[in-house]
C-alpha cells in the first residue's frame, strides 16, 4: 500500500513538472526579456547595495595580463574580497607549481583607504576605488559593475611596478560567495 501511494505520489509530481515546462515554453519573447530584465536589475541592485555596504566578492571566471593575454579562471579561487576595511585578493592560475598560496598563485590581505564610489552618467554603471596596504600588496584596485546584472570587472594597478591584472567575473554579496582562500602572505 506505501509503495502505491509513494508511486502514486511520483506520477503526480511528474505530471505537474510536464505542465509547468509546457507552460514556460508558451512564454513570448518579450515576456522572457522583461523578466531577465527584472533579474539582472535585482542582481544589479543587490550588488551595489553590498558594494555600499563595503562587504561584497568578486569571483572571477577570466584573467587578463597587462599585455593583453587573457585565460580563463576558477571563480572560486581567483578572487577580490571586501570586508569591512580588509579587503584579500587572491590568483590561482592552475599551473604545477603551487605557488605562494598552495594554489598556484598568491593570496594577499590588506588594508583598505580611499574607498569611493561613483556611477558613470552616461552608462549607469556603478564605480568602486580603493586603495590596498597590506604584506606583499600595494596597490589601487578599480571596479566597475555593469548597469545590466551584477557582472564585473576589476583593475589591479600596483603602486611599485606596471604589472597590471584585470579580473572579470561576478560581483556577489560576501554572505552569496563561494570562494575557498589559500595562505596569504
Sequence with gaps: MKNFRFIALATLI???MQIQVAQADELSKEEKKAIQEQLDSIMYNEAVKAVNDTMFTLEASRATFKTG????????????TVKK???????AFNASISGANGMGGVTVDG???NYRISTDKKSGDTMVSMSVLGVGI??????????NGNKATAEIMPSFNSNNLRLSGILLPSEKSTVF????L
Aim: glycine share 6%; proline share 0%.
Design 111 to 113: 588594508t583598505i583607504s
Design 138 to 147: 600595494s596597490a589601487t584596485v578599480n571596479i566597475r559593475i555593469f548597469k
Design 69 to 80: 593575454y587573457t585565460i580563463n579562471v576558477t571563480s572560486s579561487t581567483n578572487f577580490i
Design 85 to 91: 576595511g580588509k579587503a584579500s585578493i587572491q590568483t
Design 14 to 16: 511528474c505530471m505537474a
Design 181 to 184: 582562500k589559500g595562505r596569504s
